[in-house]
Protein backbone atom coordinates (compact mmCIF):
# COMPACT_ATOMS: atom_id res chain seq x y z
CA UNK A 1 0.00 0.00 0.00
CA UNK A 2 1.57 3.39 -1.06
CA UNK A 3 0.33 6.06 1.33
CA UNK A 4 -0.49 9.72 -0.44
CA UNK A 5 -0.54 12.41 1.28
CA UNK A 6 -2.37 15.36 0.26
CA UNK A 7 -4.89 15.33 -2.50
CA UNK A 8 -4.30 18.92 -4.52
CA UNK A 9 -3.11 18.96 -7.84
CA UNK A 10 0.51 16.70 -6.68
CA UNK A 11 -1.40 14.39 -4.69
CA UNK A 12 -4.15 13.82 -7.28
CA UNK A 13 -1.77 13.63 -10.16
CA UNK A 14 0.72 10.87 -8.24
CA UNK A 15 -2.81 8.99 -6.40
CA UNK A 16 -3.96 8.51 -10.23
CA UNK A 17 -0.40 7.53 -12.03
CA UNK A 18 -0.05 4.80 -9.30
CA UNK A 19 -3.34 3.45 -8.83
CA UNK A 20 -3.54 3.42 -12.78
CA UNK A 21 -0.35 1.17 -12.74
CA UNK A 22 -2.47 -0.94 -10.38
CA UNK A 23 -0.46 0.47 -7.10
CA UNK A 24 -2.95 -0.27 -3.83
CA UNK A 25 -3.19 3.76 -3.27
CA UNK A 26 -4.42 5.83 -0.07
CA UNK A 27 -5.06 8.96 0.06
CA UNK A 28 -4.61 10.96 2.97
CA UNK A 29 -6.77 14.32 3.01
CA UNK A 30 -8.44 16.61 5.68
CA UNK A 31 -10.76 18.16 2.87
CA UNK A 32 -9.07 21.58 3.16
CA UNK A 33 -8.50 24.12 0.12
CA UNK A 34 -5.17 24.75 -0.60
CA UNK A 35 -3.88 26.59 -3.45
CA UNK A 36 -4.98 23.93 -5.85
CA UNK A 37 -8.33 24.96 -5.66
CA UNK A 38 -8.21 28.54 -6.27
CA UNK A 39 -5.03 28.17 -8.82
CA UNK A 40 -6.29 29.68 -12.03
CA UNK A 41 -4.51 26.10 -13.79
CA UNK A 42 -2.55 28.58 -16.62
CA UNK A 43 -0.07 26.51 -19.34
CA UNK A 44 1.89 29.05 -21.06
CA UNK A 45 4.71 27.27 -22.42
CA UNK A 46 6.93 30.44 -22.80
CA UNK A 47 6.77 32.74 -19.66
CA UNK A 48 8.23 35.45 -18.03
CA UNK A 49 10.34 38.24 -19.19
CA UNK A 50 13.12 37.06 -20.86
CA UNK A 51 11.58 34.32 -23.49
CA UNK A 52 12.51 31.17 -22.28
CA UNK A 53 10.84 28.05 -22.60
CA UNK A 54 9.27 26.69 -19.47
CA UNK A 55 11.78 23.95 -18.06
CA UNK A 56 11.71 20.47 -19.96
CA UNK A 57 8.02 21.69 -21.04
CA UNK A 58 7.61 20.58 -24.01
CA UNK A 59 8.39 16.60 -22.41
CA UNK A 60 6.40 17.30 -19.66
CA UNK A 61 3.20 18.33 -21.72
CA UNK A 62 3.31 14.96 -23.80
CA UNK A 63 2.62 13.23 -20.79
CA UNK A 64 0.36 15.93 -19.11
CA UNK A 65 -2.29 16.40 -21.89
CA UNK A 66 -3.59 12.78 -22.42
CA UNK A 67 -3.67 12.67 -18.66
CA UNK A 68 -5.85 15.52 -18.26
CA UNK A 69 -7.92 14.80 -21.27
CA UNK A 70 -8.47 10.90 -20.00
CA UNK A 71 -10.42 12.40 -17.70
CA UNK A 72 -12.35 14.74 -19.59
CA UNK A 73 -12.75 16.36 -22.40
CA UNK A 74 -13.87 19.83 -20.80
CA UNK A 75 -11.08 19.94 -18.55
CA UNK A 76 -8.46 21.69 -19.85
CA UNK A 77 -8.98 24.85 -21.93
CA UNK A 78 -6.84 25.06 -25.32
CA UNK A 79 -6.90 28.71 -25.60
CA UNK A 80 -4.15 30.89 -27.66
CA UNK A 81 -1.14 33.11 -25.24
CA UNK A 82 -0.67 36.49 -26.50
CA UNK A 83 2.35 37.56 -25.17
CA UNK A 84 2.32 41.82 -25.46
CA UNK A 85 4.92 43.66 -25.94
CA UNK A 86 5.95 45.71 -23.24
CA UNK A 87 8.21 48.02 -25.33
CA UNK A 88 10.72 48.30 -28.52
CA UNK A 89 13.64 46.55 -26.49
CA UNK A 90 11.39 44.48 -25.60
CA UNK A 91 10.39 43.09 -28.96
CA UNK A 92 13.87 42.98 -29.63
CA UNK A 93 14.62 40.73 -27.03
CA UNK A 94 12.32 38.50 -28.49
CA UNK A 95 14.23 38.62 -31.80
CA UNK A 96 16.96 37.64 -30.08
CA UNK A 97 15.48 34.37 -28.69
CA UNK A 98 12.82 33.66 -31.27
CA UNK A 99 15.10 30.48 -32.62
CA UNK A 100 15.03 29.27 -28.94
CA UNK A 101 11.21 29.79 -29.02
CA UNK A 102 9.99 28.73 -32.57
CA UNK A 103 8.43 25.79 -31.85
CA UNK A 104 5.51 27.72 -29.81
CA UNK A 105 5.38 30.97 -32.12
CA UNK A 106 1.77 31.50 -33.88
CA UNK A 107 2.54 34.47 -34.97
CA UNK A 108 3.98 37.30 -34.63
CA UNK A 109 2.14 41.19 -34.97
CA UNK A 110 2.78 44.57 -33.70
CA UNK A 111 0.96 43.74 -30.45
CA UNK A 112 2.96 40.61 -29.49
CA UNK A 113 3.73 37.21 -30.10
CA UNK A 114 1.06 34.63 -29.62
CA UNK A 115 1.77 31.41 -28.33
CA UNK A 116 0.12 27.84 -29.40
CA UNK A 117 -0.15 25.27 -26.76
CA UNK A 118 -1.24 26.99 -24.37
CA UNK A 119 -4.55 27.14 -21.99
CA UNK A 120 -6.07 26.80 -18.46
CA UNK A 121 -6.89 23.69 -16.47
CA UNK A 122 -10.27 23.93 -14.47
CA UNK A 123 -8.20 22.97 -11.57
CA UNK A 124 -11.40 22.71 -8.64
CA UNK A 125 -13.60 20.14 -11.30
CA UNK A 126 -9.99 18.66 -11.91
CA UNK A 127 -9.98 17.34 -8.19
CA UNK A 128 -12.99 16.29 -8.56
CA UNK A 129 -13.17 14.76 -11.33
CA UNK A 130 -9.65 12.86 -10.37
CA UNK A 131 -11.64 12.09 -6.92
CA UNK A 132 -14.32 10.39 -8.21
CA UNK A 133 -12.30 8.21 -10.14
CA UNK A 134 -9.78 7.37 -7.42
CA UNK A 135 -12.94 6.43 -4.94
CA UNK A 136 -14.45 4.51 -7.95
CA UNK A 137 -11.71 2.27 -8.61
CA UNK A 138 -10.92 0.81 -5.15
CA UNK A 139 -8.58 4.32 -3.66
CA UNK A 140 -8.89 4.61 0.12
CA UNK A 141 -8.97 8.08 1.45
CA UNK A 142 -8.73 8.71 5.27
CA UNK A 143 -8.46 11.83 6.97
CA UNK A 144 -4.98 10.95 8.86
CA UNK A 145 -1.69 9.06 8.06
CA UNK A 146 -2.03 5.09 8.48
CA UNK A 147 1.46 4.25 7.68
CA UNK A 148 3.24 2.58 4.96
CA UNK A 149 5.23 3.54 1.93
CA UNK A 150 4.30 7.39 2.04
CA UNK A 151 4.42 10.53 -0.29
CA UNK A 152 3.95 13.81 0.96
CA UNK A 153 2.17 15.94 -1.20
CA UNK A 154 1.57 18.41 1.05
CA UNK A 155 2.27 22.00 -0.93
CA UNK A 156 3.17 25.41 0.20
CA UNK A 157 1.35 24.01 4.07
CA UNK A 158 3.78 21.19 4.47
CA UNK A 159 6.80 23.33 3.61
CA UNK A 160 5.78 26.00 5.94
CA UNK A 161 5.61 23.28 8.91
CA UNK A 162 8.84 22.30 7.94
CA UNK A 163 7.31 18.43 6.72
CA UNK A 164 10.81 17.78 5.95
CA UNK A 165 13.93 19.58 7.99
CA UNK A 166 15.92 21.35 5.66
CA UNK A 167 13.94 21.92 2.91
CA UNK A 168 14.22 25.61 2.41
CA UNK A 169 11.86 27.40 0.45
CA UNK A 170 10.51 30.56 -1.26
CA UNK A 171 6.98 30.48 -1.44
CA UNK A 172 4.54 33.27 -2.14
CA UNK A 173 1.39 33.93 -2.04
CA UNK A 174 -0.71 35.00 -4.95
CA UNK A 175 -4.15 36.52 -5.07
CA UNK A 176 -6.44 36.64 -8.62
CA UNK A 177 -9.49 38.09 -9.63
CA UNK A 178 -12.63 36.73 -11.70
CA UNK A 179 -14.11 39.77 -12.94
CA UNK A 180 -17.11 40.09 -15.32
CA UNK A 181 -16.23 42.85 -18.56
CA UNK A 182 -19.60 42.62 -20.48
CA UNK A 183 -19.11 42.64 -24.43
CA UNK A 184 -15.83 42.54 -24.64
CA UNK A 185 -15.30 39.43 -26.71
CA UNK A 186 -11.98 39.09 -25.67
CA UNK A 187 -10.79 35.08 -26.40
CA UNK A 188 -7.59 35.11 -25.89
CA UNK A 189 -5.14 34.66 -22.48
CA UNK A 190 -3.33 38.23 -22.51
CA UNK A 191 0.14 38.10 -21.14
CA UNK A 192 2.71 40.94 -20.08
CA UNK A 193 3.55 41.93 -16.40
CA UNK A 194 0.53 39.64 -15.18
CA UNK A 195 -2.27 37.47 -17.21
CA UNK A 196 -5.71 37.45 -18.02
CA UNK A 197 -8.03 34.20 -19.12
CA UNK A 198 -10.89 34.01 -20.68
CA UNK A 199 -13.38 32.06 -19.32
CA UNK A 200 -16.68 32.26 -20.96
CA UNK A 201 -19.91 34.45 -20.21
CA UNK A 202 -17.92 37.73 -19.98
CA UNK A 203 -16.12 36.52 -17.12
CA UNK A 204 -12.31 36.57 -16.81
CA UNK A 205 -9.68 35.73 -14.53
CA UNK A 206 -6.83 38.38 -13.59
CA UNK A 207 -3.59 37.90 -11.67
CA UNK A 208 -1.73 37.71 -9.75
CA UNK A 209 0.54 39.00 -7.68
CA UNK A 210 3.22 37.53 -5.81
CA UNK A 211 4.10 38.06 -2.24
CA UNK A 212 6.82 36.47 -0.18
CA UNK A 213 7.02 38.58 3.37
CA UNK A 214 3.14 37.76 4.43
CA UNK A 215 2.06 34.04 4.07
CA UNK A 216 -1.24 34.25 5.68
CA UNK A 217 -4.32 32.67 4.19
CA UNK A 218 -7.26 35.07 2.79
CA UNK A 219 -7.37 37.64 -0.14
CA UNK A 220 -6.38 41.55 1.00
CA UNK A 221 -7.63 44.85 0.04
CA UNK A 222 -3.82 45.39 -1.05
CA UNK A 223 -3.66 42.43 -3.15
CA UNK A 224 -6.84 43.50 -5.08
CA UNK A 225 -5.83 46.75 -5.96
CA UNK A 226 -2.54 45.45 -7.27
CA UNK A 227 -4.72 42.84 -9.45
CA UNK A 228 -7.00 45.47 -10.76
CA UNK A 229 -3.92 47.63 -11.57
CA UNK A 230 -2.73 44.93 -13.83
CA UNK A 231 -6.41 44.39 -15.61
CA UNK A 232 -6.23 47.95 -16.02
CA UNK A 233 -3.07 47.46 -18.57
CA UNK A 234 -5.27 45.07 -20.74
CA UNK A 235 -8.34 47.18 -21.22
CA UNK A 236 -10.00 50.57 -19.78
CA UNK A 237 -13.49 48.78 -20.32
CA UNK A 238 -15.84 48.97 -17.60
CA UNK A 239 -16.32 45.66 -15.06
CA UNK A 240 -17.37 44.09 -11.94
CA UNK A 241 -15.60 42.10 -9.69
CA UNK A 242 -17.13 38.94 -8.81
CA UNK A 243 -14.68 36.82 -6.91
CA UNK A 244 -11.25 37.13 -5.03
CA UNK A 245 -9.38 34.60 -3.68
CA UNK A 246 -5.67 33.94 -2.46
CA UNK A 247 -3.55 31.19 -2.47
CA UNK A 248 0.06 30.11 -1.72
CA UNK A 249 2.18 28.89 -4.26
CA UNK A 250 4.45 25.65 -2.84
CA UNK A 251 8.01 27.49 -4.67
CA UNK A 252 11.57 25.59 -3.97
CA UNK A 253 13.82 25.78 -7.23
CA UNK A 254 12.10 28.53 -8.90
CA UNK A 255 8.65 26.14 -10.35
CA UNK A 256 10.84 22.99 -10.94
CA UNK A 257 9.14 19.97 -9.45
CA UNK A 258 11.34 18.35 -6.35
CA UNK A 259 11.08 15.09 -5.36
CA UNK A 260 13.55 13.83 -2.34
CA UNK A 261 13.53 10.58 -0.45
CA UNK A 262 13.83 10.60 3.86
CA UNK A 263 14.78 7.65 5.51
CA UNK A 264 12.24 7.05 7.99
CA UNK A 265 10.04 9.69 6.46
CA UNK A 266 9.19 8.47 2.82
CA UNK A 267 9.12 10.89 -0.35
CA UNK A 268 8.47 14.37 -0.51
CA UNK A 269 6.88 15.81 -3.91
CA UNK A 270 6.89 19.13 -4.00
CA UNK A 271 7.65 22.78 -4.97
CA UNK A 272 5.49 23.41 -8.37
CA UNK A 273 4.78 27.13 -7.76
CA UNK A 274 2.96 28.13 -10.72
CA UNK A 275 3.76 25.22 -13.00
CA UNK A 276 2.14 22.38 -11.43
CA UNK A 277 -0.56 22.01 -13.79
CA UNK A 278 2.69 21.44 -16.69
CA UNK A 279 4.49 19.17 -14.44
CA UNK A 280 2.54 17.17 -11.95
CA UNK A 281 1.23 14.19 -14.20
CA UNK A 282 4.71 13.61 -15.30
CA UNK A 283 6.43 13.10 -11.88
CA UNK A 284 3.58 10.82 -11.46
CA UNK A 285 4.35 8.90 -13.90
CA UNK A 286 8.37 9.30 -12.15
CA UNK A 287 6.66 7.60 -8.95
CA UNK A 288 5.28 5.43 -10.55
CA UNK A 289 8.68 3.59 -11.21
CA UNK A 290 9.71 3.72 -7.79
CA UNK A 291 7.14 1.99 -6.33
CA UNK A 292 5.56 0.36 -9.39
Known sequence: MVEVIGFGLAGACVALQLQRAGCEVRVVDDGGEGSSHVAAGLVNPVAGRNFEPSWEVADAWKIALPFYQSLGEDLFHSVPILRLWFDEKDRLKFERKRELVKPWIDGVTDEGVLWSEGGWLDCP???????????????????????????????????????????????????????????????????????????????????????????????????????????????????????????IRPIIDRSKPVVRFQEGKGWMFNGLGSKGVIYAPRVGLEMVSRFG
Open 125 to 247: KFLTVAREEFLKNGGELKEAPQGGAQIWCAGAAGLIRGDFPGVEHRSAKGEILTVRIPGWREDRILNRAGWLIPIGGDLYRVGATYDWDHLESGPTEEGRSKVEAILQTFTDRYYEVVDHVAG
